[in-house]
């Protein structure tokens, strides 16, 4: 395996994980709209996705009452506070649970194109650079040691 | 002294629960609400941030006048006594009667010579004078709730195919029907005022957005909800197969 793979392998986990994290956990949208209050809530449907990639009957009601809840100018920690007293944990995300629905989400077509146009200019970027850096250094290196 | 006696003894249930399965609140100094520090003890998920439940705090003494308040919910047959056009599936005639707006459930209540009973009174009447938590105790025991771990315990729960379906639909449990949870009852004899349907009381929860109050948790919520305390803002138009009611009377 050459130098230049591993560093690309090596960006390649990196941005991973890094754009993965964000797609999964940040919210993209503002904490006060629909899709950042939905980020935070699990779907009602039967799948097991985050309810802000929900387009189901019963994830779309929720998304209205949202709406409509916001719109009378309640915060987004008083709406979560009326999902949890409605429907208790079952409204609710756990990490793994979070994981799991963007996984769902992702592996039925549900691709963050934006996002992995993204990740796949990070990824060359950084390993163009990692690499410039790493040659620098090792040319720098043996300039020192010829001298 | 023994024939009254006997007298009152055989009216007592005639003059306290009436002829329409109504009880008689006696005035006296209801406490209400929780106090912030004993909230996190009492919700009992780890999940579930006292935050989200400080609509309640702190707690209060307020005095309330006699009323009398129905012993069940407004069950589906009897709605439909007065509301012609209340639908719901034939086998549940003697289920808590749901998808029902406040509007209507203040209708109805009027229709009867009652009224919707205030969060006071209503909160009243499940913990009793003591102000317990739950409408039969300070400790939960989920044989007296129907709530949302029901389900697996309580096997031939329903949700019943109404014509106007809610978001509950797709989670498992169900109703009851009302009256059968003999442990679960409140101080005063009152069934499930904890579990089994949220009520609408006659209380704004916030008048400026238009939300009205109900109370009691329902078969989809958690522990947390179930505490007579828990307040609900909803708006007054929302039907749910979860939302139901029962009536007051002013005392003369």
């Known amino acids: 395996m050459t130098s230049k793979s591993v560093l690309l392998l090596v960006s390649f986990i990196v941005v991973s994980s890094v754009m993965g994290a964000k797609y999964i956990f940040l919210v993209n949208a503002p904490p006060d709209s629909v899709m950042g209050v939905s980020h935070s809530l699990a779907c009602p449907c039967e799948c097991p996705m985050v309810l802000e990639d929900c387009h189901m009957s019963c994830g779309l009601q929720w998304k209205n009452q949202i709406g409509e809840k916001l719109t009378a100018g309640l915060a987004k920690d008083d709406i979560v506070a009326y999902f949890y007293k409605r429907?208790?944990?079952?409204?609710?995300l756990t990490p793994a649970q979070r994981f799991a629905g963007k996984w769902y989400q992702v592996s039925r077509g549900g691709y963050p194109v934006k996002d992995m146009v993204l990740f796949g200019m990070i990824v060359l970027v950084w390993t163009a650079l990692l690499n410039t850096v790493l040659v620098m250094g090792k040319e720098k290196l043996q300039s020192l040691t010829k001298k | 002294m023994r024939v009254i006696a006997g007298i009152i003894v055989i009216l007592f249930p005639v003059i306290a629960f009436g002829a329409e399965g109504r009880v008689l609140i006696p005035a006296g100094t209801a406490l209400i609400g929780t106090d912030m520090e004993s909230l996190s003890s009492q919700l009992g998920d780890a999940r579930a941030k006292p935050d989200w439940y400080k609509d309640e705090t702190p707690s209060k003494k307020i005095a309330v006048e006699a009323f009398l308040i129905d012993v069940t919910e407004v069950t589906n047959e009897r709605y439909k006594s007065i509301a012609k056009d209340h639908s719901f599936p034939q086998n549940l005639t003697k289920y808590a009667a749901v998808n029902v707006q406040w509007d209507d459930a203040d209708r109805f209540c009027k229709a009867v010579g009652g009224r919707l009973p205030t969060e006071v009174e209503w909160e009243y009447a499940a913990r009793g004078p003591k102000g317990l938590i739950f409408p039969w105790g300070n400790d939960f025991y989920p044989r007296n709730v129907i709530y949302m771990d029901s389900a697996g315990e309580k096997p031939g729960l329903t949700v019943?195919?109404?014509?106007?379906?809610?978001?509950?639909?797709?989670l498992l449990g169900g109703g009851a029907p009302v009256a059968t949870l003999e442990e679960g009852?409140?101080?005063?004899?009152?069934?499930?005022?904890?579990?089994?349907?949220?009520?609408?009381?006659?209380?704004?929860?916030?008048?400026?957005?238009?939300?009205?109050?109900?109370?009691?948790?329902?078969?989809?919520?958690?522990?947390?909800?179930?505490?007579?305390?828990?307040?609900?803002?909803?708006?007054?138009?929302?039907?749910?197969?979860?939302?139901?009611f029962r009536c007051a009377y002013n005392a003369e």
């Open chain 1, 87 to 92: 429907y208790g944990s079952e409204s609710l």
């Open chain 2, 160 to 170: 019943g195919s109404y014509d106007q379906e809610s978001s509950g639909a797709n």
């Open chain 2, 185 to 244: 009852k409140s101080p005063f004899g009152l069934y499930d005022m904890a579990g089994g349907v949220w009520e609408w009381v006659d209380t704004w929860y916030d008048e400026a957005r238009g939300l009205r109050t109900l109370k009691g948790g329902s078969w989809l919520t958690p522990l947390a909800s179930v505490r007579s305390a828990t307040r609900l803002a909803d708006y007054p138009s929302r039907i749910f197969n979860d939302y139901g």
